[in-house]
């Protein structure tokens, strides 16, 4: 099973892909997707879209994570986060429908490291120890890594979770 991980942003974002066979993750790629050489936000969003397409073409992966959205000071920034999110959302269930997952920051923290505000060096740590030395070119690679990590190691609760949510339709259990 090949799992895409993200860490979304709307001027830069981090892919990752690792792949699972039982219990061993094993680390395929990793990469950063620049939107901010295009001045208007709002013509962003369209390429935020395109490259996710992109990015499933390419490495074809089973599920992809998404880290949720966190705390921000500014008002703006959270509205653009949030907008970008919802492109490569949009972008990632046109094809993989219940197969996108979402992950608090704390949850892929403490999945990585075991503390749920271990700092970024901890988490960059927690790789190195799992995947050897990698040379992330930015953070956000190292973040969507640990996305990535994360719903390999949450994976199965999650989708016995949504076994269990009632569907908006009809109400009833799947």
């Known amino acids: 099973m090949i799992i895409l991980g993200i860490d979304p942003g709307s001027r ?3 892919y990752a892909l690792v792949e699972v066979h039982g219990k061993k993750i ?14 208007e936000f709002i013509d962003r969003l369209g390429l935020i879209y395109q490259s996710c397409e992109e990015i499933l073409k390419k490495y074809q992966p089973d599920e992809v994570s998404i880290e949720s959205l966190i705390y ?11 907008q ?14 219940g197969k996108v997952f979402e ?8 999945s990585v490291t075991g503390h749920g505000h271990a700092s970024k060096e901890a988490v960059d740590k927690a790789l190195g120890m799992m995947f050897g030395k990698i040379a992330f070119k930015t953070a956000d690679e190292s973040d969507a890594l640990a996305i990535a990590v994360c719903h390999a190691l949450n994976r199965s609760v ?5 076994e269990k949510k009632p569907t908006k339709l009809t109400g009833k259990t799947l």
């Open 72 to 82: 921000v000071k500014s008002v703006e920034a959270l509205s653009k986060l949030a």
């Open 158 to 162: 999650k989708i016995r979770l949504m």
């Open 103 to 110: 992950y608090a920051p704390n949850l892929v923290k403490v």
């Open 26 to 39: 094993s680390y395929i790629t990793s990469g950063a997707l620049k939107y901010d050489h295009v001045d």
């Open 84 to 97: 970008a999110r919802g492109a490569m959302i949009a972008a990632f269930t046109r094809t993989h429908a």
């Open 12 to 14: 830069r974002a981090g």
